[in-house]
């Protein structure tokens, strides 16, 4: 099983920046695919971005097509930690963020979710 707790939602303006957190309850080097997802009010949750296991040489990133020039997904090892960078943030962007994680063994768990409000 893993355990996952998100941070660094909050609230901004228009154009501002966060990063989120995701810290897994067991080494990210053991689970398969980390993930952020979001869902908005009244909308289905979508896919914001992915990253695999491995190295900068192995591992394998996907974005959401609308995201992927503003959003960043990353990962330290050392930290144990993925991120989540999103830059100038838009009203759009107001969500619960979610972080997954999908195990070697095809299962999937879910963070409790962390709300990013943006607002003028």
């Known amino acids: 099983q893993v355990q996952l707790v998100e941070s660094g939602g909050g609230l901004v303006q228009p154009g501002e920046s966060l990063r989120l957190s995701c810290v897994p309850s067991r080494s990210i080097r053991t689970v398969y695919i980390m993930g952020w997802y979001r869902q908005a009010p009244g909308k289905e949750r979508e896919l914001v971005a992915t990253?695999?296991?491995?190295?900068?040489?192995?591992?394998?990133?996907e974005y959401a097509h609308s995201m992927q020039d503003r959003f960043t997904i990353s990962k330290d090892t050392a930290k144990n930690t993925v991120y989540l960078q999103m830059n100038n943030l838009k009203f759009e962007d107001t969500a619960v963020y979610y972080c997954?994680?999908?195990?070697?063994?095809?299962?999937?768990?879910w963070g409790q979710g962390t709300q990013v409000t943006v607002s003028s």
């Open positions: 997954k994680a999908r195990t070697y063994g095809d299962v999937d768990y």
């Open positions: 990253i695999t296991s491995g190295d900068a040489n192995t591992r394998r990133i």
